[in-house]
């Protein structure tokens, strides 16, 4: 780490000439521990306090090995990207191993969830909070109880994105971040109608939310800074999140027939 900023070391370990020797793999698992506390950390701190981040670190462990092995340098992409997307995904399995959301929680999250699409269709925009809470049947008090409750639930798992493109191959994860259209003509098809639902899914946002959204996966902020930048409580700022990733969902799920990812 220099400054808080992992260090990239694509060109130094991984050369088209050149295997990856046992020794170089190690060296390169080392170098790259950090990456995985610090998504870890980020990651946790939407979690609930019983989810051990010990279990967490070790499936990253599992997700940066991976990364060594799959990561084709040929790519247009770096191996910080590659690999943050893999330990990403790993953490994300161990989760859904853990089963670590109660059922209740899981069917208030889809409930919400319809909720923003049904209001959605009627109204034209996107709900306010008070019409959403008026549709559940809840004072405002207890709809952003609802919504502290449901933000666990609420990752977006770019690894279901893969499943459902063909094979669900690592070529495809590869065309889906570098975008450098090395992919099959209609395979690529795909890929452009994918991001293009996810693209339209963040513009659809009230402008609060697409600015949370943007801070915390684009400038990587925690939701504390994210507040203090725009004046909220670090709580109030964890209820943007989820509604965000809501409505997300919801359009994605009423555009492509169903979600194209879920925790669950």
Excluded at 119 to 132: C, H, N, V, W, Y
Excluded at 168 to 177: S, V
Excluded at 186 to 194: A, G, R, V
Aim: aromatic share 8%; proline share 3%; charged share 35%.
């Amino acid at each position: 780490m220099e400054n808080g900023v992992l260090k990239d070391y694509t060109d130094i370990f991984f050369n088209a000439e050149e295997t990856l020797t046992r020794e170089k793999r190690q060296e390169l698992i080392i170098r790259y521990t950090p990456l995985i506390r610090y998504v870890v950390e980020k990651m946790s701190a939407r979690l609930p306090g019983h989810v051990s981040c010990d279990d967490l670190m070790s499936a990253g462990v599992i997700g940066l090995m991976d990364a060594v092995e799959k990561f084709d340098p040929s790519k247009n992409i770096q191996f910080k990207t590659y690999a943050e997307f893999r330990i990403r995904g790993a953490i994300l399995d161990e989760l859904r191993n853990l089963d670590w959301i109660p059922r209740s929680i899981r069917r208030k999250s889809s409930e919400l969830e319809q909720t923003y699409k049904r209001l959605e269709k009627e109204l034209g925009r996107p709900a306010e909070d008070e019409e959403a809470a008026n549709a559940l049947g809840l004072d405002m008090e207890e709809f952003y109880k609802l919504l502290e409750e449901t933000r666990c639930v609420t990752f977006m798992d770019i690894d279901a994105i893969r499943r459902r493109l063909p094979d669900g191959n690592d070529e495809d994860i590869f065309d889906l971040i570098a975008g450098d259209g090395s992919a099959d003509p209609f395979e690529q098809l795909k890929l452009t109608d994918i991001k293009r639902l996810v693209v339209d899914a963040i513009e659809s946002l009230p402008i609060k939310e697409r600015l949370v959204l943007s801070l915390y996966y684009y400038e990587e902020l925690t939701m504390k800074e994210i507040g203090e930048i725009m004046g909220y409580t670090e709580s109030r700022i964890s209820q943007l999140h989820t509604k965000a990733i809501l409505r997300i969902k919801a359009h994605i799920s009423d555009n492509a027939g169903h979600a194209l990812y879920d925790i669950a």
